[in-house]
């Protein structure tokens, strides 16, 4: 038996960190040791899917499509880097309007620090406000005529992000209302037609028969599973609107 033929049927008995080192012996060896035949039963069995790629480019090895797919995997599995933002730099401010056909009145006007806001012990962004019980009367005898603006501002108003605007209520007597989130694109204009995926929530709490607002629950919910996400994620995705430079 020929040295390369002992050498191809070593080949089949390692793993890719051992192909990968002795490809590093000489010329030969790296030849031997990133042949496809070699490669592409590992790479088939780990990524499936990048194998697929062969069809739309035959010339990439199989060996550099497992590597991506390695590198992919290791990022997908590394920690978000904790938010330059802090709660502690935001202000919440809430407009509550009663309209009518000729003109929109404000009945409810809030401004909280952030550093004010109680955190949720799940960690995740959302966040109940008092209200000092502003009377509703009639107006919320017709959900359609409330609209809500909701701003977070950034301290020392350097930047404000709209997370609602002008936003009409929604489910009925549930006093609830909902916008979509433009996504954090890095591209101009990329907002308007990507999906972000979240949503900015709001929900009135009421008492004295409904004729008073005592309470103002905010948050960001995922669409995807219908759950409030993190404070770090909501961070996260508000320094992308009030700190431009966040990377």
Not at 71 to 98: E, V
Not at 117 to 128: A, H, Q, W
Not at 155 to 166: I, K, L, P, Y
Request: net charge neutral; charged share 20%.
């Amino acid at each position: 038996m020929a040295p390369w033929e002992v050498l191809d049927l070593v080949c089949h008995h390692l793993d890719p960190k051992s192909l990968a080192v002795a490809s590093c012996v000489c010329k030969s060896w790296l030849i031997s040791m990133s042949s496809d035949h070699l490669w592409k039963p590992i790479c088939t069995s780990n990524f499936p899917s990048l194998s697929t790629l062969k069809i739309t480019n035959p010339t990439v090895p199989y060996r550099r499509l497992y590597v991506i797919g390695c590198s992919a995997a290791k990022r997908r599995r590394q920690t978000p880097p904790k938010p330059r933002l802090l709660l502690d730099n935001l202000i919440f401010t809430i407009n509550m309007f009663r309209h009518n056909n000729s003109s929109s009145n404000s009945f409810c006007t809030l401004a909280k620090p952030g550093k004010e806001l109680t955190l949720d012990p799940n960690g995740i962004f959302k966040f109940d406000i008092g209200v000092d019980n502003y009377d509703v009367f009639e107006a919320l005898e017709d959900e359609e005529a409330v609209r809500v603006t909701w701003n977070v501002v950034l301290e020392g108003w350097r930047g404000v992000f709209g997370m609602m605007e002008n936003c009409k209520g929604k489910g009925g007597v549930e006093g609830w209302f909902s916008e979509e989130l433009p996504s954090p694109g890095c591209c101009c204009g990329s907002s308007a037609v990507v999906s972000s995926g979240i949503v900015a929530d709001l929900k009135l709490g009421f008492c004295d028969g409904r004729r008073k607002v005592k309470e103002v629950s905010v948050g960001i919910l995922s669409v995807v599973n219908w759950r409030y996400v993190s404070v770090d994620d909501a961070l996260r995705y508000l320094q992308h609107f009030l700190l431009p430079c966040a990377v």
